[in-house]
């Protein structure tokens, strides 16, 4: 099994800028492809971006590219999320989640095998 915990939300002003963390646990997550989701209250989980195993692909939401970078650190068995220029429309629960199956991300939370807490980000305009 494998545990995902995220760390990192908060309060921030528009314009602001936060780091999301992921740690895997349990098993190694380094050949697993990886993503970050978000649910705004009311509305359904959404996919913000997804790397590969590698790290040599990401895949971004229209919404959040050029703002959004995700990484990881397979050594540490650790998933990023870098988010700047935040609206208030970013603000949701962000979760991370690892995919078993596949090398490269998927956008559907129903190909994710493994899912963390969520952690709040909350935007002020």
């Known amino acids: 099994q494998v545990q995902l915990v995220e760390s990192g939300g908060g309060l921030t002003l528009g314009g602001g800028f936060l780091r999301l963390s992921c740690a895997a646990s349990?098993?190694?997550?380094?050949?697993?492809?990886m993503g970050w989701f978000r649910q705004a209250p009311g509305k359904e989980r959404e996919f913000v971006a997804g790397?590969?195993?590698?790290?040599?692909?990401?895949y971004y939401a229209d919404s959040v590219k050029g703002r959004f970078t995700i990484s990881r650190e397979n050594a540490k068995d650790t998933l990023y999320l870098q988010m700047k220029s935040l609206k208030p429309e970013d603000t949701a629960v962000y979760y991370c989640?690892?995919?078993?199956?596949?090398?490269?991300?998927?956008?559907?939370?129903?190909?994710?095998?493994?899912w963390g807490q969520g952690t709040r980000v909350t935007v002020s305009s």
């Open positions: 349990g098993r190694t997550v380094s050949n697993y492809a």
């Open positions: 989640a690892a995919d078993s199956y596949r090398s490269q991300p998927s956008s559907l939370p129903r190909d994710y095998s493994y």
């Open positions: 790397i590969g195993w590698s790290g040599d692909r990401t």
